[in-house]
Antibody
Framework: QVQLVESGGGVVRPGGSLSLSCTAS????????IHWVRQAPGKGLEWVSL????????QFADSVKGRFSMSRDNSKDTVYLQLNSLTVEDTAVYYC??????????????WGQGALVTVSS | DIQMTQSPSSLSASVGDRVAITCRAS??????LNWYQKKPGTPPKLLIY???TLFSGVPSRFSGSRSGTEFTLTINSLQPEDFATYYC?????????FGQGTKLDIK
């Protein structure tokens, strides 16, 4: 079955860096764009970033632009999110999600279980 | 950027009730609107895509509609497992913004 598994979360000090991974199974990974979405404690869902199926198109929310980067290795069925210059406002559960399409609509039909990133001194 | 505004922010209802949650887009998004259900400690679940298409396996008591830039998620005959937070999301642009969420709890 389709599965996404995040790893790499943890505690980091303000100004520090962290790398998250999202490893896929059960589908043709190289055919799908992957997104990251986060949820801060007590807050709603926030779209963070996107990487296209081939890795050439990447987009980021204004809140993380210039600090976060994405890459993917289709030979390993894995997407990476590099988080730099972290602030306490980046504390959140980070989910990766598969971008699927039907009837000209795009949507997130599969999600990982989430990775907790805590930024604290 | 496209802003998505949900109302109400919270809602209390009883099992068996019919409820409606509204999402308004700040600009034209055609029917590129999705609805998700979120429960604590679990990832979001897709309910509806394309404003009104029920995702596979989602009960038929969930439905979606569109009127211009206003979208509605309706849940008929609420079940205990439906008490959760609901989010709309636009997929008209690749910056797939979410609404702020509507928390549905038991009256």
């Amino acid at each position: 079955q389709v599965q996404l598994v995040e790893s790499g979360g943890g505690v980091v000090r303000p100004g520090g860096s962290l790398s998250l991974s999202c490893t896929a199974s059960g589908f043709t990974f190289r055919a799908y764009a992957i997104h990251w979405v986060r949820q801060a404690p007590g807050k709603g869902l926030e779209w963070v970033s996107l990487i296209s199926y081939d890795g050439f198109n990447k987009q980021f929310a204004d809140s993380v632009k210039g600090r976060f980067s994405m890459s993917r290795d289709n030979s390993k069925d894995t997407v990476y999110l590099q988080l730099n210059s972290l602030t306490v406002e980046d504390t959140a559960v980070y989910y990766c999600a598969r971008d699927s399409r039907a009837s000209e609509s795009n949507y997130f039909d599969s999600w990982g279980q989430g990775a907790l990133v805590t930024v604290s001194s | 950027d496209i802003q998505m505004t949900q109302s109400p922010s919270s809602l209390s209802a009883s099992v068996g009730d019919r409820v409606a949650i509204t999402c308004r887009a700040s600009q034209y998004i055609s029917s590129f609107l999705n609805w998700y259900q979120k429960k604590p400690g679990t990832p979001p679940k897709l309910l509806i895509y394309g404003a009104s298409t029920l995702f596979s396996g989602v009960p038929s008591r969930f439905s979606g509609s569109r009127s211009g830039t206003e979208f509605t998620l309706t849940i008929n005959s609420l079940q205990p497992e439906d008490f959760a937070t609901y989010y709309c999301q636009q997929s008209y642009t690749t910056l797939y913004s979410f609404g702020q969420g509507t928390k549905l709890d038991i009256k």
